[in-house]
């Protein structure tokens, strides 16, 4: 596959990820990640989390009740044969508590692994500013 078509095709997916995170689509976000995810996020608190399962928690809270969009700020596409790092700035735009839009921001980067034809995604780290 060329690269650049590799490229479209991991922004794509890490779109299609956060997207199903937005909107608390669990379903998706299964699909897409591995059994044995990996990360460090904030809500970790410094701890290395192993599977779906901490994630779960956050999907079963529903999602927002405001319109959300979600844009990958200059996203750094790194493929190494079969896996690849998505890295990028994280902007979410939603509504506040009194109705005004606010913009709330967080790096990421996302691993990805690609077994047969589909991607998995991995492992990702997001920091707060």
């Not at 700035?89 to 939603?94: E, P, S, T």
């Amino acid at each position: 596959m060329p690269q650049d078509a590799t490229r479209e095709d991991l922004l794509s997916l890490t779109q299609k990820l956060l997207n199903a995170i937005s909107a608390a689509d669990w379903k998706t976000y299964e699909q897409l990640c591995d059994p044995s995810l990996t990360c460090f996020e904030p809500e970790a608190r410094g701890h290395l989390v192993e599977g779906l399962g901490f994630h779960r928690y956050y999907f079963d809270l529903g999602a927002s009740k405001s319109a959300v969009n979600i844009t990958m700020v200059e996203p750094h596409v790194r493929v190494m044969g079969d896996v690849a790092v998505v890295s990028y700035v994280r902007l979410v735009q939603k509504l506040g508590p009194d109705s005004a839009p606010v913009t709330s921001q967080c790096e990421e980067t996302r691993v990805w692994q690609r077994r047969g034809d589909a991607w998995r995604h991995v492992h990702f780290h997001r920091s707060l500013p």
